[in-house]
């Protein structure tokens, strides 16, 4: 199962958006939202109004998919549509990229977790 609140992370840092603006919008405090980014599920009604002040669509968020993203990434910033990657200041290249080292860091401390975890059980065996 995807996980809402990471996925909505990644659209946030992708579209380089700040917690505090989104929470704002949403009549939330920065605080708030970033304890939704840690659900791994969120309802649909709140998936939809983060998508909306994100200008992206609910399921992006709910079944991120590297190819997807980047096909987004690539056709927003031709179609100019969405002014932070239309931005001549922000390659959309680094961004792909960016996208790519974080979910390589995420998938990192997940391996080390899961040693960590076998580890601990070993030690508990003997």
Same mark, same amino acid.
């Given at each position: 199962?995807?996980?809402?609140?990471?996925?909505?992370?990644?659209?946030?840092?992708?579209?380089?958006?700040?917690?505090? #603006?989104?929470?704002?919008?949403?009549?939330?405090?920065?605080?708030?939202?970033?304890?939704?980014?840690?659900?791994?599920?969120?309802?649909?009604?709140?998936?939809?109004?983060?998508?909306?002040?994100?200008?992206?669509?609910?399921?992006?968020?709910?079944?991120?998919?590297?190819?997807?993203?980047?096909?987004?990434?690539?056709?927003?910033?031709?179609d100019? #549509?969405? #002014?932070?990657?239309?931005?001549?200041?922000?390659?959309?290249?680094?961004?792909?990229?960016?996208?790519?080292?974080?979910?390589?860091?995420?998938?990192?401390?997940?391996i080390?977790?899961?040693?960590?975890?076998?580890?601990?059980?070993?030690?508990?065996?003997?």
């Amino acid at each position: 199962m995807n996980h809402h609140g990471h996925n909505i992370k990644r659209w946030r840092n992708i579209l380089d958006m700040k917690q505090e #603006s989104i929470a704002h919008a949403l009549g939330m405090t920065q605080q708030n939202f970033s304890l939704l980014e840690q659900k791994q599920k969120i309802d649909d009604p709140t998936v939809e109004k983060v998508a909306k002040e994100m200008n992206i669509s609910a399921e992006l968020i709910k079944n991120f998919d590297e190819r997807d993203t980047i096909h987004f990434v690539l056709s927003t910033f031709h179609d100019n #549509s969405n #002014s932070v990657l239309s931005n001549p200041k922000i390659n959309p290249i680094d961004k792909i990229i960016e996208l790519y080292e974080r979910i390589i860091y995420e998938k990192n401390e997940e391996i080390d977790l899961l040693k960590q975890l076998l580890k601990n059980k070993s030690l508990c065996l003997l």
